[in-house]
């Protein structure tokens, strides 16, 4: 949480704050989602939404007709291997509080043969206290049951075909053993899929390593970018790979609100509970701002500070609102270091920001569209960053270190006025991770 008075904030970093002061006249906004009232508890939300879900459900159980509006209970019945997809400690999905609601009905109902997989897509497994934090109270019952997707083995993927922007479909084959399959997951902006949740439960959170680099290779149009859906080749490929799933699929969406409590839950069908949970997304996370900022304050908050890959989403949110010529400040430890190596390799072998964008044209590979994204703010923008990796490695990524916010806010002051700017205007982002700010023209 960010609390703010007369200008004068405080900044979560890890479990401390760092103060962050300056004068009111500088101020252009503090943007933080916006406020939402959820309409009773998470367990109460989440069930509320089990009990009437969206459809009719694709793919639903065929005996006697499609199930139309199908609750959970109805879904379940006749089923023998129950495989439920969740995520990884990258997102903040409230996972323990859906199982909540999700295995009593599993037992009502005689379903128990169920197991659970990890969507890491191309990311590490999860460490033991990770599997712990994901699971809540559930750990010892389940942890026996919960499987990660290891993208990287060939041999634990099925063959599905090809998508309409020739993205070879490589899924994990727990999919197509199981014959129930509930996908779990929180909707939010994100930066080059328009919004995690839904459909990225499948592709990229268990497809093979080159259906998730091709896939992200996609990320380098123009049209891939935070809330854009139609016309998105990264959303297309994802939308391809769900009629070929062949077991019936059920949904659990959350939205999550400014303080990462659950604001609301949409259930049944994959598309219709996503759609549902975007519409509330938007109104959430997208915030209008006065114009655009000469400097942007952005903090990834847990759980998006594990690492620089993840917390990038903050460059790119507020790089959105991010005046030509001026500062982005990241104030993020990155506890758990870069990430994947990929990108940050390719930055530190470029010369400068326009350097790396031609080496990423002349040849992708996964996580490159990382190191595209942060050369065109870097391009175009001095970016600073708070955070726990060496004043070395975010050099060569043309980032400087500074050891406090309030050390870099005011130097880029600083900087502003001797450039002619007597009144260089401010803009925090508090969680700059899922907050889209909107400058308008």
């Given at each position: 949480?960010?609390?703010?008075?007369?200008?004068?904030?405080?900044?979560?970093?890890?479990?401390?704050?760092?103060?962050?002061?300056?004068?009111?006249?500088?101020?252009?906004?503090?943007?933080?989602?916006?406020?939402?009232?959820?309409?009773?508890?998470?367990?109460?939300?989440?069930?509320?939404?089990?009990?009437?879900?969206?459809?009719?459900?694709?793919?639903?159980?065929?005996?006697?007709?499609?199930?139309?509006?199908?609750?959970?209970?109805?879904?379940?019945?006749?089923?023998?291997?129950?495989?439920?997809?969740?995520?990884?400690?990258?997102?903040?999905?409230?996972?323990?509080?859906?199982?909540?609601?999700?295995?009593?009905?599993?037992?009502?109902?005689?379903?128990?043969?169920?197991?659970?997989?990890?969507?890491?897509?191309?990311?590490?497994?999860?460490?033991e206290?990770?599997?712990?934090?994901?699971?809540?109270?559930?750990?010892?019952?389940?942890?026996?049951?919960?499987?990660?997707?290891?993208?990287?083995?060939?041999?634990?993927?099925?063959?599905i075909?090809?998508?309409?922007?020739?993205?070879?479909?490589?899924?994990?084959?727990?999919?197509?053993?199981?014959?129930?399959?509930?996908?779990?997951?929180?909707?939010?902006?994100?930066?080059?899929?328009?919004?995690?949740?839904?459909?990225?439960?499948?592709?990229?959170?268990?497809?093979?390593?080159?259906?998730?680099?091709?896939?992200?290779?996609?990320?380098?149009?123009?049209?891939?970018?935070?809330?854009?859906?139609?016309?998105?080749?990264?959303?297309?490929?994802?939308?391809d790979?769900?009629?070929l799933?062949?077991a019936?699929?059920?949904?659990?969406?959350?939205?999550?609100?400014?303080?990462?409590?659950?604001?609301?839950?949409?259930?049944?069908?994959?598309?219709?509970?996503?759609?549902?949970?975007?519409?509330?997304?938007?109104?959430?996370?997208c915030?209008?701002?006065?114009?655009?900022?000469?400097?942007?304050?952005?903090?990834?908050?847990?759980?998006?500070?594990?690492?620089?890959?993840?917390?990038?989403?903050?460059?790119?949110?507020?790089a959105?609102?991010?005046?030509?010529?001026?500062?982005?400040?990241?104030v993020?430890?990155?506890?758990?270091?870069?990430?994947?190596?990929?990108?940050?390799?390719?930055?530190?072998?470029?010369?400068?920001?326009?350097?790396?964008?031609?080496?990423?044209?002349?040849?992708?590979?996964?996580?490159?569209?990382?190191?595209?994204?942060?050369?065109?703010?870097?391009?175009?923008?001095?970016?600073?960053?708070?955070?726990?990796?060496?004043?070395?490695?975010?050099?060569?990524?043309?980032?400087?270190?500074?050891?406090?916010?309030?050390?870099?806010?005011?130097?880029?002051?600083?900087?502003?006025?001797?450039?002619?700017?007597?009144?260089?205007?401010?803009?925090?982002l508090?969680?700059?991770?899922?907050?889209?700010?909107?400058?308008?023209?």
């Amino acid at each position: 949480m960010c609390y703010k008075y007369n200008m004068k904030l405080l900044l979560p970093y890890l479990d401390k704050t760092f103060p962050l002061e300056f004068p009111d006249e500088n101020l252009l906004a503090v943007a933080e989602p916006n406020e939402y009232r959820a309409a009773g508890s998470p367990e109460a939300l989440i069930a509320a939404a089990l009990a009437k879900p969206r459809g009719p459900l694709t793919g639903a159980p065929k005996p006697g007709g499609a199930v139309s509006g199908a609750d959970l209970a109805e879904f379940l019945r006749g089923g023998r291997r129950i495989l439920v997809i969740i995520n990884d400690a990258t997102r903040p999905t409230p996972t323990e509080a859906i199982l909540a609601a999700l295995l009593p009905v599993c037992e009502e109902t005689g379903a128990e043969n169920l197991s659970l997989l990890m969507a890491t897509g191309a990311h590490r497994a999860p460490t033991e206290q990770e599997y712990r934090q994901i699971l809540g109270r559930f750990f010892d019952k389940l942890r026996p049951r919960c499987f990660h997707h290891d993208a990287r083995k060939d041999e634990d993927m099925t063959d599905i075909g090809t998508t309409r922007n020739g993205t070879p479909m490589l899924l994990n084959k727990r999919l197509f053993e199981a014959d129930r399959i509930i996908a779990t997951g929180s909707v939010e902006p994100h930066y080059f899929a328009g919004f995690t949740g839904g459909r990225k439960a499948f592709l990229p959170g268990i497809a093979a390593y080159k259906t998730i680099e091709a896939n992200h290779r996609q990320a380098l149009s123009p049209k891939a970018h935070s809330l854009a859906l139609e016309g998105n080749p990264v959303h297309e490929d994802m939308m391809d790979a769900l009629p070929l799933i062949k077991a019936p699929v059920f949904s659990v969406m959350t939205v999550l609100d400014r303080e990462q409590g659950v604001a609301a839950a949409a259930a049944g069908d994959l598309m219709a509970s996503f759609y549902e949970a975007v519409e509330i997304a938007r109104k959430i996370f997208c915030v209008a701002v006065p114009s655009r900022a000469d400097i942007v304050v952005s903090v990834a908050k847990f759980p998006m500070d594990i690492d620089l890959y993840q917390s990038q989403k903050a460059i790119d949110n507020g790089a959105v609102a991010l005046k030509d010529g001026g500062t982005l400040i990241l104030v993020s430890s990155c506890r758990d270091g870069i990430g994947d190596e990929a990108y940050a390799r390719l930055l530190a072998e470029s010369s400068s920001p326009a350097d790396a964008i031609e080496r990423i044209r002349a040849g992708y590979k996964l996580g490159y569209h990382k190191a595209a994204k942060m050369a065109e703010v870097s391009g175009r923008a001095a970016v600073r960053a708070v955070s726990e990796l060496s004043e070395e490695r975010l050099s060569s990524m043309f980032i400087k270190k500074a050891a406090a916010p309030q050390q870099a806010l005011d130097e880029a002051i600083a900087e502003a006025k001797a450039k002619g700017n007597p009144c260089p205007k401010i803009l925090v982002l508090p969680d700059g991770c899922v907050t889209v700010p909107d400058p308008g023209a």
